[in-house]
């Protein structure tokens, strides 16, 4: 089983950044994509971003795309999330994930279990 731990999070005013962490660790597949989702209230959880194990993939929601840059330290099994020029509407939980196939990821399919996410509050 595996188990993710995002940190990072905070309060923010618009425009200014912040950099999210998540560490996977137990049982995690010799290759896998890791991915960032988030979830406002009274909204269904979203993607956000995903990297594949070596980093040579990368995809971005059109929402986050040109602010947020997603990375990869494969040998600490830890994902990173930079945001930068931050908007009221990025407000969220922000969780990890990981799954075997890049796109399936994408799609949100075959995830892991979540973590308890990240809080990411932008006031305006």
């Known amino acids: 089983q595996v188990q993710l731990v995002e940190s990072g999070g905070g309060l923010v005013q618009a425009g200014e950044s912040l950099r999210l962490s998540c560490a996977a660790s137990g049982r995690t597949p010799g290759s896998y994509t890791m991915g960032w989702f988030r979830q406002a209230p009274g909204k269904e959880r979203e993607f956000g971003a995903a990297?594949?194990?070596?980093?040579?993939?990368?995809y971005y929601a059109n929402s986050v795309k040109g602010r947020f840059t997603i990375s990869i330290d494969n040998a600490k099994k830890t994902v990173y999330l930079q945001m930068n020029s931050l908007k009221p509407e990025d407000t969220a939980v922000y969780y990890c994930?990981?799954?075997?196939?890049?796109?399936?990821?994408?799609?949100?399919?075959?995830?892991?279990?979540w973590g308890q996410g990240t809080q990411v509050t932008v006031s305006s």
């Open positions: 990297i594949s194990w070596s980093g040579g993939t990368i």
């Open positions: 994930n990981l799954a075997r196939q890049f796109y399936a990821l994408v799609r949100m399919r075959g995830l892991s279990s």
